[in-house]
C-alpha cells in the first residue's frame, strides 16, 4: 500500500457498506457463491467519498474532546479561555490549511516540500459535472474519491495537532499570541512535516512507517508544545520556592472524563479512516483489526497507568489513568494494523506507564504542563513510533530517523517562532490578570458566575 494518503484510492467506508455491497452485486454474483463480489465504479467512488466525510466529522468531534479535557483540566478561572481557544484553533487551522498548508503537504510533492496553488479546489472534470455535463463522469470517477472530501480528511489532523499545543501552555499564554504560533503551525510546520512521509517526501522513500500519525500528528503537536512551555515558563506559584511543586488537580473532573471518551470515540475515525479502503473482505478484516486494536490499546493503558499510579504518586490518580487511556491511543497509532491483538494490549501498556512516570519527570525538571500533554502526545508519539519496527515490520533505524528528523526539524523550528514572538510582542499575560485569571482578565466574564472564587496564596 502506498504510504501516500492523498493518493490512495480507497477510503474507509462507513457501517451500512456491507448493505451497499450486497445490493451492488451482480445478479450471476448472487446466484454463484463462487462469483468474484464487486461494486460498480461509480458506487465505489460514492463510497469511498462518503466515508471521507463521514471519519473526518468523527475526527473533527475530537476538538469537543480537547475543549472538555482542557476546560477541565484548568482552573475554573481560565476555563471560558480554553472554550474561545479550541473553537478558534479549529476556525484558524481550516483557513491555514486551505490557503497554504494542504498544498505544501500534498501538491506536486519534492523530496522535502510541496508547491503552492493559490484556492485549492474541485477538479475542472467536477466543475463540469455539477454545471451538466455527464461526459466528465468517467474522469470524475476515475479518481476514486471527491477531491474535496481527500481536503476535508486532511484538515481535520491538522487541527488535532495544534490542539495538543493548548493544553500544555495554558492559563497564562496571550490569546492572539497563541492564535498566531497556530497559524503558523498549521500553514507551514505541519504541513512540511507530513509532506514527508504522507506527502510522498523522503521519508516515504526511505520506507518509514506511520500509520496514522503517532509523530506526523501527535509528537509534532508534542515537540511545539515543548518549544512553548520551555519559552513560556511555568504558572506563577506552581513551584514554590522551597522547591516543592503546588497540586493543581483538574476543576472539574467530570469533564475531563466526557473529554477523554470524546477522544476515545474520536480516535475510532482517526486510525480507522486511515485505513483508507474498506473495499474488498481483506480491507474489512484490516478495518476491523484497527479498531479493535485501538481500543484494547487505550483500555490496557488505563489499566497500566493506574497501577502505576500508586508507587509513583503515592494514591490511584485518576488524572494519570485519564492520561494513560490517551498514551495508548497515540502509542498504537503508529501501527495499528498489526493483526496479533496481544501486541496493541502490550504497546497500549507501555504507554500508560511511560506517560505516568513523564508526568512525575516533568514535575521534577520543572516544565509545566497543565494537560500532561507533552507526556501523552510526545513521548508516547515516539514510543509507539518505534513500536511499529517491533509489531508493525518497520524497520528500528528508519524509525528512529524519522522520530529525530521531525522532532528536529519540529522544535527547533516552534523554538524560534515561539522567541520571536515573545521578543515582538510577548507570550504572558501579566501577573494581576494571571492572578486574577484569564476569563475576568481577557475576556470579561466568568464560566461559573454563580461560584464565589476564593483567592490563591502565592509566594513569589
Known amino acids: 500500500m502506498t504510504p501516500i494518503r492523498r493518493r490512495g484510492l480507497k477510503v474507509a467506508g462507513i457501517t451500512l457498506l456491507p448493505i451497499a455491497l450486497l445490493l451492488a452485486l451482480p445478479a450471476t454474483a448472487l446466484a454463484d457463491e463462487h462469483a468474484p463480489v464487486g461494486v460498480s465504479d ?14 473526518g466529522a468523527l475526527v473533527m468531534w475530537m476538538c469537543a474532546g480537547f475543549t472538555m479535557l482542557e476546560s477541565g483540566a484548568v482552573r475554573t478561572k481560565n476555563a471560558s479561555m480554553i472554550c474561545l481557544k479550541n473553537i478558534g ?31 485549492y479546489g474541485p477538479s475542472d472534470a467536477e466543475l463540469g459535472l455539477l454545471d451538466g455535463a455527464v461526459e466528465h463522469v468517467g474522469e470524475v470517477v476515475g479518481n476514486g474519491y471527491a477531491v474535496m472530501s481527500d481536503w476535508f480528511f486532511q484538515m481535520v489532523f491538522v487541527a488535532t495537532a495544534a490542539s495538543i499545543v493548548s493544553g500544555a501552555i495554558a492559563e497564562r499564554i496571550k490569546m492572539w499570541a497563541f492564535f498566531l504560533f497556530t497559524l503558523i503551525l498549521t500553514a507551514f510546520i505541519y504541513p512540511i512535516v507530513g509532506s514527508w512521509y504522507w506527502g510522498g517526501g523522503w521519508l516515504a522513500e526511505q520506507g518509514f512507517v506511520d500509520f496514522a500519525g503517532s509523530t ?11 518549544a512553548g512551555v520551555l519559552i513560556i515558563g511555568p504558572r506563577l506559584g506552581k513551584y514554590r520556592k522551597n ?5 493543581t488537580p483538574p476543576s472539574n473532573v467530570l469533564v475531563v472524563t466526557l473529554g477523554v471518551l470524546i477522544l476515545w470515540l474520536g480516535w475510532f475515525g ?19 483489526n484497527i479498531l479493535v486494536n485501538t481500543n484494547l490499546a487505550a483500555a490496557a493503558g488505563v489499566v497500566a497507568a493506574l497501577v502505576v499510579s500508586r508507587p509513583i504518586f503515592g494514591r490511584m490518580d485518576l488524572f494519570a489513568g485519564l492520561n494513560g487511556a490517551l498514551a495508548g491511543l497515540v502509542s498504537i497509532t503508529a501501527a495499528p494494523d498489526i493483526t496479533e491483538h496481544w501486541w496493541s494490549v502490550i504497546i497500549g501498556a507501555i504507554g500508560g506507564v ?27 508519539g ?15 533505524g528508519t524509525q528512529l530517523i524519522g522520530v529525530l528528523a521531525i522532532g528536529a526539524f519540529t522544535f527547533i523550528a516552534s523554538l524560534i517562532v515561539w522567541k520571536l514572538m515573545d521578543m515582538a510582542m510577548g507570550l504572558r499575560v501579566g501577573a494581576e490578570a494571571e492572578r486574577l485569571g484569564q476569563d475576568t482578565a481577557e475576556l470579561g466574564m466568568e464560566t461559573y458566575p454563580e461560584f464565589v472564587l ?7
Open 454 to 460: 476564593m483567592p490563591e496564596e502565592f509566594d513569589d
Open 270 to 288: 482517526f486510525n480507522g479512516g486511515s485505513q483508507l479502503a474498506l473495499g474488498s473482505a481483506a480491507d474489512a478484516v484490516a478495518m476491523s
Open 216 to 226: 506526523i500528528v501527535h509528537s509534532t503537536g508534542g515537540w511545539a508544545a515543548l
Open 354 to 380: 511511560i506517560c505516568t512516570v513523564a508526568i512525575k519527570g516533568l514535575e521534577k525538571l520543572k516544565i509545566d504542563d497543565v494537560v500532561g500533554a507533552i507526556p501523552a502526545h510526545l513521548v508516547c
Open 42 to 55: 461509480e458506487t465505489q467512488f460514492i463510497l469511498n467519498t462518503f466515508a471521507f466525510l463521514i471519519w
Open 382 to 396: 515516539i514510543w509507539g513510533t518505534l513500536a511499529a519496527s517491533i509489531a508493525g515490520g518497520a524497520n528500528f
Open 243 to 247: 522547591g516543592t511543586v503546588k497540586p
Open 89 to 119: 484553533i479549529y476556525s484558524i487551522a481550516g483557513l491555514a490549511y486551505y490557503f497554504i498548508g494542504y498544498n505544501l503537504m500534498y501538491v506536486d510533492v519534492g523530496d522535502v516540500v510541496g508547491s503552492f496553488q493559490f484556492l
